[in-house]
């Protein structure tokens, strides 16, 4: 008899239980969800040079990814040290060559905002003009569009070159009298301008 009273006494104690109000702890919603933080640079596109669209461009890193003596053999002539400057929105770097050349012997590195490419274009269309340089070719497969317009003038080769590339706008002008300035310099250049970065 024992046996049926201790189930019964069990079974009212569970039941006693089972009736009071529930007790909660901590909160009864989820908080927001926040994403880990990055714990390190993305990874760029390996396909893309590597430029920052997102800020304006300065002059110091622009200019230090040629030495002195990269930018003589490019020209083929020997060139001074780069000098840093400003062109109304856009930063150059230009390296003049030490001995003075017929004509305007000197390299060129133009950066902007790929927004001011059709200005940029007719300045460097205009400029040219003005130095009796003709014919414009289009530059395909470099950069999102681009071209090259320049000849050799009195025998002094003028060449520029105008590329806009994910946001961002990228103008070369190589020239000089005895120079190696083609319209093959000027891409070749420009490619490896945009690969630099």
């Known amino acids: 008899m024992r046996y049926p009273l201790l189930l019964l006494a069990t079974a009212l104690l569970v039941t006693g239980c089972a009736a009071e109000e529930p007790t909660t702890y901590g909160p009864t919603t989820a908080g927001p969800t926040?994403?880990?933080?990055?714990?390190?640079?993305?990874?760029?596109?390996?396909?893309?040079?590597?430029?920052?669209?997102?800020?304006?461009?300065?002059?110091?890193?622009?200019?230090?990814?040629?030495?002195?003596?990269?930018?003589?053999?490019?020209?083929?002539?020997?060139?001074?040290?780069?000098?840093?400057?400003?062109?109304?929105?856009?930063?150059?770097?230009?390296?003049?060559?030490?001995?003075?050349?017929?004509?305007?012997?000197?390299?060129?590195?133009?950066?902007?905002?790929?927004?001011?490419?059709?200005?940029?274009s007719q300045q460097m269309i205009a400029e040219a003009k003005s130095k009796k340089a003709r014919g414009k070719k289009l530059l395909e497969g470099v950069g999102d569009e681009g071209f090259a317009i320049g000849a050799s003038v009195s025998g002094v080769p003028i060449w520029y070159a105008v590329v806009q590339h994910a946001g961002v706008l990228t103008g070369v002008q190589v020239s000089g009298a005895g120079s190696k300035a083609s319209v093959g310099t000027i891409k070749a250049f420009m490619i490896e301008v945009l690969a630099r970065g």
Do not use: H, M
């Not at 040290?81 to 003049?96: D, I, L, M, S």
């Open 34 to 120: 926040l994403r880990p933080k990055s714990t390190g640079p993305r990874t760029p596109d390996p396909s893309l040079p590597n430029i920052d669209a997102t800020t304006e461009p300065t002059a110091k890193p622009l200019c230090s990814i040629f030495t002195t003596a990269e930018i003589t053999a490019t020209l083929g002539l020997p060139v001074r040290k780069v000098v840093a400057g400003k062109r109304g929105p856009y930063v150059t770097c230009t390296w003049t060559t030490v001995k003075p050349v017929e004509g305007p012997g000197s390299v060129t590195i133009t950066r902007g905002d790929g927004a001011q490419y059709d200005a940029f």
